[in-house]
Nanobody, 124 residues
Framework: QVQLVESGGGSVQAGESLRLSCTAS????????MAWFRQAPGKEREGVAA???????SYADSVKGRFTASRDNAKNTLYLQMNSLKSEDTAMYYC??????????????????WGQGTQVTVSS
């Protein structure tokens, strides 16, 4: 059974940094698209970043230049480095996986596997 487990969330001040991790098990991690989504209270879940099997990345406009997605295939782990955090980045962050080597559009229906989420709270 595929499992995605996120970690690294927490409470920080605006301008600080956090690094999220997502470890996959029972999954062909290295040949798959991996993504980060987030959901703030009362809002829809939105795509934040995606990284394909070759390491190509894409980002939501709201996080470009501040967030960096990366992957370590030897460790089956996905990362999200978040710098210059803002209060509007406060949300539950989810790791998602798709079996395709390239990344589809950042909508929930395109990703088959999901983690349970890790909370990020940014205080201004």
């Amino acid at each position: 059974q595929v499992q995605l487990v996120e970690s690294g969330g927490g409470s920080v001040q605006a301008g600080e940094s956090l690094r999220l991790s997502c470890t996959a098990s029972a999954y062909t991690f290295s040949s798959s698209c991996m993504a980060w989504f987030r959901q703030a209270p009362g809002k829809e879940r939105e795509g934040v970043a995606a990284i394909d099997s070759e390491g190509g990345t894409s980002y939501a406009d709201s996080v470009k230049g501040r967030f960096t997605a990366s992957r370590d295939n030897a460790k089956n782990t996905l990362y999200l480095q978040m710098n210059s955090l803002k209060s509007e980045d406060t949300a539950m962050y989810y790791c998602a996986a798709d079996s395709r080597t390239w990344c589809p559009a950042a909508t929930m229906s395109n990703y088959r596997y999901w983690g349970q989420g890790t909370q990020v709270t940014v205080s201004s």
